[in-house]
Nanobody, 115 residues
């Protein structure tokens, strides 16, 4: 019953901004660490950012200072604000949570950074 649905991806020019959102259901959202991953063409999936139920955040070095992860426990959503986007940020972005010993993923949302 765990479900994650990403939204907000699209085409953006270098230096631009996008805000991704993940809507979660099927578990007690506020109790779980939420994560954003991304997978670029021909590359391994990598962890971009994570946030605990209480709001403690971590970031990959490649996005630190440009991306901000946040959550709204009343709405069961986790967002990723992406600023100063670079060509290297082009990827499918996935929402992820580990619940009761299983890893759950959304279907992903595509972010394309291009001039």
């Amino acid at each position: 019953q765990v479900q994650l649905v990403e939204s907000g991806g699209g085409l953006v020019q270098p230096g631009g901004s996008l805000r991704l959102s993940c809507a979660a259901s099927g578990f007690t959202f506020s109790s779980y660490r939420m994560r954003w991953y991304r997978q670029a063409p021909g590359k391994e999936r990598e962890l971009v950012a994570a946030i605990t139920g209480a709001g403690t955040t971590t970031y990959a070095d490649s996005v630190k200072g440009r991306f901000t992860i946040s959550r709204d426990n009343a709405k069961n959503t986790v967002d990723l604000q992406m600023n100063n986007l670079k060509l290297e940020d082009t990827a499918v972005y996935y929402c992820n949570v580990w619940v009761r010993g299983m890893d759950y993923w959304g279907k992903g949302t595509l972010v394309t950074v291009s001039s």
